[in-house]
C-alpha cells in the first residue's frame, strides 16, 4: 500500500495560507476598528469577533475573504436587518470609499457587508448579528426581506472543530483542509462551495465512520464517506447536518448541474482515492493523488512525487533496482549480466 507519508505532508504545506496569514488579520483589524469607533454602533454594544474557515484554521491557498460576526447585543428589536445592513454600509463606506479605479470598496450583500483589500487581494465580509431569545446563539439578516433574520452559532462550530481535531489525533483539520482542496481541483470555482464539503467532512467524521493511522489512510476514508454524503444529498434530498443547531441543516447555493457535478466527480475521487492507496507502485499511487490534489493557490502541483520517480509516475532509470516492476523502454536489458 502507498502511503507516502512525507508527500503527504509536503501537500499539506503547499496549501498552507502565506502571506494571507499575516494580511488577512490586519484587514479584519482595520473593519473591527471602523465599526467600534461608530457612536451608534457603541451603544448597541457592538463586538466583533473573528469567525469562517480561517479562523477555525481550515483555510487553505489562498485566503480570498474573512468574515467578522459582528456582535450587537444591546441593539433595540425594532432596529430591522434592512436598517443594520444600511447602518454598516454607511459606516463602512464612510471608513474605506474607493479604489484606485474609483469603484467603492464596500459592497452590500444578502447578510452581510464586504470590504474589499486590493492591496491584499482579498475581501472582508462583516457579518451583523443580534442575539436570539434563547440567550445563547444569535440572528443574522436573512437573505430577500427587510426584516427577516436566521438563527446561527458559527463561535460554536469553532469549537466544535477543535474538539474533532483533538479526538482524532490532530488528523480532522488537515484532513478538512485535503477535502477543501480536492473540492477546488475537481469543481473549481463552481458550488457547492468549501464550507459545504468542510461541514460534510465534519458529519463523516461525528458518524464514526472515518479513521486511520496515518494522513493518507484518513484521506481516503474521509473521500469515501463524503462521497456519500454528496450521493444523499444530492439523490435523495438529505441534508448536510449544521452541528451547531441540534435538528438543522445547512443551507447551500448550487444549480442541479453543479450538484451534479459534484456527485459524479466526488463518486469518481473516492475510488481513485481508494485505489491509489492500494496501489504497490509509489509513482503510480502518487499520480493519482496529484491529479485529485491538483493545483495551489500558486498554480504549482500540491501532491509531489516520491524520491526517484518522474513526473509521470514511472520509476527514474537510475533508481531501479534488480527486480523492480517498472522498467523504462530502452534497448538494453535490465538486470542482465
Not at 37 to 53: F, M, N, R
Not at 299 to 312: A, I, L, R, S, W
Amino acid at each position: 500500500m502507498a502511503h507516502l507519508k512525507q508527500q503527504f505532508k509536503d501537500a499539506l504545506s503547499s496549501i498552507e495560507p502565506s502571506d494571507d496569514k499575516t494580511n488577512a488579520p490586519e484587514a479584519h483589524r482595520l473593519v473591527r476598528d471602523a465599526l467600534e469607533a461608530d457612536a451608534k454602533l457603541t451603544e448597541y454594544g457592538v463586538s466583533p469577533v473573528l469567525i469562517g474557515s480561517y479562523k477555525r484554521n481550515v483555510s487553505i491557498k489562498r485566503i480570498k475573504d474573512v468574515d467578522v460576526f459582528v456582535r450587537l447585543p444591546d441593539m433595540p428589536s425594532d432596529v430591522t436587518s434592512k436598517d443594520i445592513l444600511d447602518k454598516f454600509f454607511a459606516v463602512l463606506h464612510a471608513e474605506f470609499g474607493t479604489d484606485s479605479d474609483g469603484h467603492r470598496r464596500t459592497k452590500r450583500q444578502d447578510r452581510s457587508l464586504q470590504v474589499s483589500f486590493p492591496e491584499y487581494d482579498l475581501y472582508v465580509d462583516a457579518v451583523p448579528a443580534r442575539p436570539h431569545w434563547d440567550g445563547e446563539t444569535w440572528e443574522i439578516p436573512q437573505k430577500g426581506d427587510e426584516n427577516e433574520w436566521v438563527r446561527t452559532t458559527p463561535e460554536g462550530l469553532t469549537s466544535l472543530s477543535s474538539e474533532m481535531n483533538a479526538a482524532h489525533d490532530g488528523y480532522y483539520v488537515p484532513t478538512v483542509k485535503l477535502l477543501r482542496q480536492t473540492r477546488r481541483a475537481q469543481l473549481g470555482k463552481k458550488k457547492p462551495g468549501g464550507f459545504f464539503f468542510e461541514l460534510a467532512t465534519y458529519q463523516a467524521f461525528a458518524s464514526g465512520a472515518v479513521s486511520g493511522s496515518d494522513q493518507a489512510e484518513y484521506y481516503v476514508s474521509a473521500l469515501t464517506e463524503v462521497s456519500k454524503i454528496i450521493e444523499n444529498f444530492v439523490t435523495y434530498g438529505i441534508g448536510v447536518n449544521d452541528p451547531t443547531l441540534a435538528g438543522a441543516t445547512i443551507h447551500i447555493r448550487a444549480s442541479d448541474e453543479e450538484l451534479e457535478a459534484a456527485r459524479t466527480r466526488f463518486a469518481d475521487a473516492a475510488i481513485s482515492a481508494d485505489d491509489a492507496l492500494a496501489e504497490e507502485d509509489e509513482g503510480k499511487a502518487a499520480l493519482a493523488f496529484q491529479k485529485l490534489l491538483g493545483k495551489n493557490g500558486d498554480d504549482k502541483t500540491v501532491f509531489p512525487m516520491p524520491p526517484g520517480f518522474n513526473e509521470d509516475g514511472s520509476k527514474r532509470a537510475s533508481a531501479i533496482l534488480a527486480g523492480a516492476r517498472v522498467v523504462p523502454a530502452g534497448t538494453r536489458t535490465f538486470g542482465g549480466a
